[in-house]
């Protein structure tokens, strides 16, 4: 099972993508948020990174739980999550 042991993420302004990993194992898995998700599920216009990250950290039990599923589907090392995973 996939774990997130790990609370570091990271915002890509030029990308606008959110960037975390998660662990099965000791194998690692990347995970990249696309904005407009986060947007989505947290109600946020664009707007500075630092708005993305606490949005971040307010549903991370609900995107890790968006993670998990998209990595059960595949079982890929890196795993983009969109609006679609939600």
């Known amino acids: 099972m996939i774990g997130f042991p ?21 194998m690692e898995v990347r995970f990249v948020l696309e ?8 109600g946020l216009a664009r707007s500075p990174d630092t708005a993305y990250l606490e949005a971040f950290d307010r549903y991370r039990a609900q995107i890790e739980t968006a993670a998990v599923r998209a990595y059960k589907k595949t079982r890929k090392s890196l795993i983009w999550l969109s609006s679609a995973d939600f």
């Open 6 to 26: 790990n609370q570091m993420r990271s915002f890509d302004e030029d990308a606008g993508t959110i960037r975390f990993s998660g662990y099965d194992g000791v």
């Open 35 to 42: 904005a407009p998700a986060l947007e989505q599920i947290a």
